[in-house]
């Protein structure tokens, strides 16, 4: 058998890593600072076929459909990491165990030493492993039973499935990509260049001087985020600019006038008094109060669809947590692994114990109930949810183990922030059982899924460590270049959970928090507006809000102008070369100063 035919080549397997790295570096800066991702598998499938299309068939086709599984597998480390620091470095009564992050003394102090960071580290690596291999068990023994469901069609690999079978019948667009990634390297890395040379930030316009006091209006000329906007849709990206402007132009002299927000020209300054003394409690309200309330209308609407759905709900649960069971009981090999794995997960448990001062049985008894029910509820649902509608939500966590934890009376900074660790990763299903539904199509199998997983998972989560430490040693966190939305976000929502109040410690206020929620998930059912939107324009800095509200503009003219096929065909593939490019540039002058 030719080495082609197995996929795994040298330089198949060398391409993937190189668009995993890629993409642990751009969703680790973007989780970060939006709490969301991107996909560069599109990206990596048609660089792939450029190179690999002159191979036989079957061989290539294999090759780039491993290029793509591992390009899309990666792991991150920075919501426990980076979480930890933002609250360290912000709120005086957060205390957190040695082997979860370095003393407090050390996070004030910036350092890196490697004395205070590799057990934190290594621990975290070690969990991250041991919850995701048993995550992986659970997709691949339940992966058939639910990929079979003819409604499960995980439109996000259902895209690159087609994209590259595509690519083996015929056309071209590797050309549109590079000139994009070309283009976003050369604008970003030249304004960036003539900003150190002239000593003017030339990324950030600042109109604001000629308003009304009290007033803001700022524009980024970041390409990427302009990208960002375009490929979120015009709903999304023009109610984020809506919100943003309200926020900025209309409320915020207001809310400087009556005290609330410390007003200033300075962009850094402004936002970190409107975040804390505003917009944080209506934006978190629409995000978790808000989608709660879509939720629970979204199951209301699927129980009046009728017997079928009512069926199929009823079939999935027990039935496969039966089948689940039964396979590993069945199984030797695997059952010595589950429970192997399941041991080493208990003792670090009781060990480690992530609910203290709750005593070590305490920690224990709440990992027994996320292994065995918990985290099979969450997977299944999370699994479903993507497969019907390509989207995933962290609700179902908050209801499983956020909530039970708060009811045992703990108050604490650890459990909410490491209790995650401690079972098997639900987060693995949808991708995993989604490449097992398009398996055959991509000319591969379940044991190329779990190659294909590992290889790229082990080294991108000590990547995206070491990144997020170095982002967080040079450019800082909840600052103007790092403005760090999605660490602020659990921040809040965890101080608000270990103080035992609704105010987070004074951080967020009830009011606006409950009514942020109801009047978002009104707008969301009533309007065309997109809520998530509508909060993430909330909470985002002025500058940004425009240059994202620009790339929903030019979205909403390609989809009138040349239909919404335009944005699959052609402005899908520019949008990412950009925004891809962009990032990285960002991030590479970023370092570059730093250590010159």
């Known amino acids: 058998m030719k080495q082609g035919s197995r996929g795994f080549t040298l330089r198949a397997t060398f391409i993937g890593l190189c668009f995993a790295t890629l993409g642990v570096c751009v969703n680790t800066y973007l989780g970060i600072n939006f709490g969301m991702g991107i996909s560069l598998g599109v990206i990596a499938v048609l660089v792939a076929f450029s190179l690999f299309s002159r191979s036989s068939g079957n061989e290539s086709l294999k090759e780039v459909s491993i290029v793509y599984l591992i390009s899309t597998s990666f792991l991150q480390a920075y919501w426990v990491l980076g979480a930890s620091i933002y609250m360290i470095e912000r709120f005086n009564d957060v205390v957190l165990p040695a082997w979860l992050i370095p003393p407090k ?21 070690c969990l991250q492993l041991i919850s995701t291999g048993l995550g992986l068990i659970m997709s691949l023994v339940l992966g058939e039973d639910l990929a079979s469901e003819e409604r499960m069609v995980f439109p996000n690999i259902a895209m690159s499935a087609s994209l590259i079978e595509a690519c083996f019948k015929g056309g071209e667009s590797v050309r549109r990509v590079a000139i994009a990634i070309i283009l976003g390297l050369g604008v970003t890395l030249s304004i960036r260049l003539l900003s150190a040379l002239t000593g003017v930030n030339l990324m950030l316009i600042n109109l604001s001087y000629y308003l009304p006091y009290g007033s803001v209006l700022a524009l980024s000329l970041n390409l990427g985020f302009m990208a960002m906007g375009y490929i979120i849709s015009a709903s999304v990206s023009l109610s984020l600019m809506a919100s943003g402007l309200v926020l900025y132009l209309l409320l915020l002299p207001i809310l400087s006038s009556k005290g609330m927000v410390s007003f200033s020209y300075e962009l850094n300054e402004l936002y970190n008094s409107l975040i804390f003394g505003f917009s944080a409690s209506p934006a978190l309200g629409m995000l978790l109060i808000g989608s709660a309330c879509l939720s629970l209308l979204a199951m209301l609407e699927r129980r009046l669809m009728g017997a079928k759905s009512k069926k199929e709900l009823g079939r999935g649960f027990g039935e496969l947590y039966r089948v689940m069971w039964n396979r590993i009981l069945r199984n030797k090999g695997l059952l010595y692994l589950v429970t192997s794995l399941l041991l080493l997960i208990f003792i670090l448990a009781y060990v480690l114990n992530p609910l203290e001062p709750f005593p070590p ?236």
């Open 105 to 125: 003394e050390v996070i004030l102090a910036k350092s890196l030493d490697l004395r205070y960071w590799a057990i934190p580290l290594f621990t975290l690596f």
């Open 361 to 596: 049985l305490s920690s224990l008894a709440f990992v027994l109930y996320s292994v065995f029910l918990a985290s099979f509820l969450e997977f299944v649902m999370l699994t479903k949810m993507a497969g019907e509608t390509g989207m995933t939500m962290g609700v179902l966590g908050i209801m499983l183990y956020d909530i039970p934890v708060f009811l045992s009376g703990y108050r604490g900074y650890s459990a909410y922030l490491a209790l995650s660790y401690f079972r098997p990763s639900p987060w693995t299903g949808p991708s995993v059982v989604g490449l097992i539904k398009y398996k055959d199509m991509l000319g591969i199998d379940k044991s190329d899924i779990v190659k294909g997983k590992l290889i790229g998972w082990i080294p991108t989560f000590l990547l995206s460590a070491a990144l997020t430490l170095l982002l967080w040693k040079n450019l800082g966190f909840g600052t103007s270049t790092m403005p760090s939305l999605g660490l602020l976000q659990t921040a809040l929502y965890v101080r608000m959970l270990a103080t035992g109040s609704l105010t987070g410690g004074g951080t967020l206020d009830p009011r606006f928090f409950i009514l942020g929620g109801l009047i978002g998930a009104l707008l969301e059912v009533l309007t065309p507006m997109s809520m998530m939107g509508l909060a993430i324009g909330l909470l985002l800095p002025p500058h940004y809000v425009t240059a994202m509200g620009i790339g929903g503009l030019v979205r909403l003219y390609t989809d009138r102008r040349y239909g919404k096929e335009y944005f699959r065909e052609k402005g899908l593939l520019i949008s990412t070369g950009l925004m891809a490019s962009s990032m990285i540039a960002d991030i590479l002058m970023s370092m570059l100063f730093a250590f010159a």
